[in-house]
């Protein structure tokens, strides 16, 4: 699960009640980390907190001097896990420097509003955040789920200019963005925060195989649909953990596809049916799109996936000498997965995950310690 799945529950919780909370985030980081800017906690009065902020070092540290800190309103605070940076340092010597914005309840409420939002729909969220100065925490939000959530957090003069082009530069470049602006002659930094859309998994084929790769991806946090024609398969009671479970009309696919509509561009889908016939109809469906999603995996041998494209090419009408099914299997992951070794359903599922992974982020899919070897500051200390 995210941080934001596990700090929603205690954050709806502490609202009900109308009480108090600050909300730790990891706005910058010096050195080696386990967690990047971006990274958040919630913290109870009552001792309970939800989220991390570092591996496990830093977090009673934060959450015991979090109320103090923020008594006079939001501040940015320093923690170094350098063994040598001073007598008490907080980690255990994995050697970094981390800044975290502490905030209570009257400036985080609006954030928290705005991640829950973009996270609920699987859109982007660009927040453009003030780091320094008497309107420390002050905001502006970018994105398809925003449009009203900066409403009290408004913010006059030139200073708001710079907080809403920074934020929409950020969504449109997709990136986060940390920049000293001059506002009223006076060196202000502007930190915004650009969260990608809520990551999806799509898995068509609900046999036992299936639940190793629910099990995976709702441990990553992502949403995770199962969708087969086979009803008695595609139950809620197999797959509770899902997000969704649909039976599809393959008989009417490539024809009838408003289930397949919701399959979005930033989604990975999985083909495991099992099934000739539902491969070539699903995949005729989702290769007649105009965008395909971003990874399209199909398991089985090379071979088999060539004939079903081929019978994907027939049910689309594509006359026989058109070579659709070669185009079509470079774009795909056929076989899907890493070569990982795998025999097991458990262990086929971790190197699917494993490649969707490395697909998402555009990573090498080296071992870190070779990665380290050319890039000595990545580390996962």
């Known amino acids: 699960m995210t941080d934001l799945e596990n700090i929603l529950p205690l954050w709806h919780e502490l609202e009900a009640a109308g009480a108090e909370y600050v909300l730790a985030t990891v706005v ?38 979090a109320w103090w800190l923020t008594e006079s309103g939001p501040r940015v ?9 001073g007598d008490m340092p907080y980690g255990s010597g994995c050697g970094g420097v981390i800044f975290v914005l502490l905030e209570r309840r009257a400036t985080a409420t609006t954030l928290l509003n705005a991640l829950e939002a973009a996270f609920q729909a699987r859109m982007p969220l660009a927040i453009a955040t003030l780091l320094e100065g008497t309107e420390i925490s002050k905001r502006f939000f970018a994105g ?22 920074l ?18 002659a006076q060196p202000t930094r502007i930190w915004v925060d650009y969260r990608a859309p809520r990551p999806g998994l799509w898995i068509f084929g609900a046999g036992d ?27 809620r009671d197999r797959f509770s953990a899902a997000d969704k479970v649909l039976t599809l009309p393959i008989e009417t696919l490539p024809a009838n596809h408003l289930e397949l509509d919701a399959v979005k561009m930033s989604d990975a889908v999985v083909l495991v049916t099992h099934s000739f016939d539902q491969d070539a109809r699903i995949l005729a469906t989702l290769l007649n799109r105009e965008h395909l999603p971003f990874y399209l995996g199909v398991l089985g041998p090379q071979r088999r996936t060539r004939e079903v494209l081929a019978e994907a090419a ?39 995950i494993a490649e969707i992974q490395q697909t998402l982020n555009s990573a090498s899919a080296l071992p870190l310690r070779q990665v380290r070897a050319v890039h000595p500051a990545i580390s996962n200390a």
């Open 314 to 352: 027939r049910l689309l009408g594509l006359p026989k000498e058109h070579d659709r099914a070669e185009q079509w299997l470079r774009q795909l992951h056929a076989p899907t997965g890493l070569d990982l070794g795998a025999e097991t359903p458990a262990a086929i599922a971790l190197s699917i």
């Open 144 to 165: 398809p789920t925003a449009q009203t959530a900066q409403s009290d957090q408004v913010v006059a003069g030139s200073l708001s200019d710079w907080l809403q082009g």
């Open 209 to 235: 195989d299936a639940k190793p790769l629910v099990r995976l991806s709702r441990a990553l946090g992502w949403f995770t649909a199962i969708a087969d024609g086979r009803s008695h398969l595609a139950t």
């Open 77 to 85: 605070e320093r923690y170094s896990t350098a063994e040598d940076d």
């Open 167 to 184: 934020a929409f530069e950020a969504l449109e470049e997709r990136r986060s963005l940390d920049q000293r602006v001059a506002v009223d």
């Open 28 to 65: 910058e980081v010096d050195g080696p980390s386990y967690r990047k800017p971006g990274a958040r906690m919630l913290i109870a009065k009552d001792g309970r907190r939800a989220g991390t902020v570092s591996g496990g070092c830093l977090e009673a540290e934060v959450a015991k001097r």
